[in-house]
């Protein structure tokens, strides 16, 4: 008898546990769903409510964050605003791509920027442990590249499909030698830097 009051209770506890963590799911769902059809008279409310932080940083179904649509929307504004209110730069998708990742695919530099100063991470990899400066130097985005390296992205991070760096990408690329020249200054002491001709 005592055992079978012992599971009922382990079983109640389960219940009352499992019923707020499915209301939240529920909600997270919905601010998604609002977020994408860019619906700010429930966006707001939802984000200062008391659920807020949980769902600015909701990852849903689909793998997605509210971030993440925002970014490939190119919707800087509201990116700044979900920023604002604490949600996470770095938090990658099913695919493992964070929003960085998708801004510098995108080659939106005002993205990028905006993610840098709420806090993203320059040297964070993709699922292939690509970087965002990787991409820039393949998409052959100088100013990206210039973007990314002020921010302390790392150019001798290797990928895991190819074991190359940012750095030997920019070497290969021949067509475009502004991308290893600016990788190559990035790790100089301003005082070395030549700005301009010099005299001799």
Known sequence: MMRIATLFA???????????????????EDFLRAIR???ASKVVPMMDSANGPFLVNYRGSSGETALIILVRDKRPLWVRTLL??????????ADGMA?????TE???FEMIE???VGGADPNIGNRFNETALMTAVRLRNARI???LLDNGANPDITDSSAGLSARDYARRETRNPELLRLIEEAGKPRDQLQFGPVLR
């Open 106 to 108: 995108l080659q939106s």
């Open 84 to 93: 604002s209110k604490g949600a996470n730069p770095n938090t990658k998708d």
């Open 145 to 147: 590249v210039k973007l």
């Open 99 to 103: 929003p960085i990742h998708y801004a």
């Open 10 to 28: 382990a079983l109640i506890g389960l219940l009352l546990t499992a019923e707020p963590a499915a209301a939240q799911k529920s909600e997270g």
């Open 114 to 116: 905006t993610l840098l």
């Open 37 to 39: 059809a860019a619906d």
